[in-house]
């Protein structure tokens, strides 16, 4: 069992920056961050495999998130710049068991309990 601990979410006007970080409590393989807005489903934002090289971004943050992870803290991290109204949502970190990162929320195996970013226009 890994437990998840997200921080770093906030309030921040449109093109600001916030970075999250997402702390696990112990050794984990790839990681990725999701986000839930009201209404909406829980949808795919970026993932990162367990040395770092390979990463997956939505279309709608390619270019301005950036997923990296440190493994000697056990932690990754989510820097979120040019945010956008759309962008509000609570963000959720996860841990799926396996080397490659995937996409999907059903293969991620551990789940945080979500932070909460919102941008103000």
């Known amino acids: 069992q890994v437990q998840l601990v997200e921080s770093g979410g906030g309030l921040v006007q449109a093109g600001g920056s916030l970075r999250l970080s997402c702390a696990a409590s112990?050794?984990?393989?790839?990681m990725g961050w999701f986000r839930q807005a009201p209404g909406k489903e829980r949808e795919f934002v970026a993932a990162?495999?367990?040395?770092?090289?390979?990463?997956k971004y939505a279309e709608g943050v390619k270019g301005r998130f950036t997923i990296s992870r440190d493994n000697a803290k056990n932690t990754v991290y989510l820097q979120m710049n040019s945010l956008k109204p759309e962008d509000t949502a609570v963000y959720y970190c996860?841990?799926?068991?396996?080397?490659?990162?995937?996409?999907?929320?059903?293969?991620?195996?551990?789940w945080g309990q979500g932070t909460q970013v919102t941008v103000s226009s």
């Open positions: 112990g050794r984990t393989y790839a």
């Open positions: 990162i495999d367990w040395i770092g090289s390979t990463t």
């Open positions: 996860a841990v799926d068991n396996v080397l490659l990162p995937g996409t999907e929320a059903g293969s991620y195996d551990y």
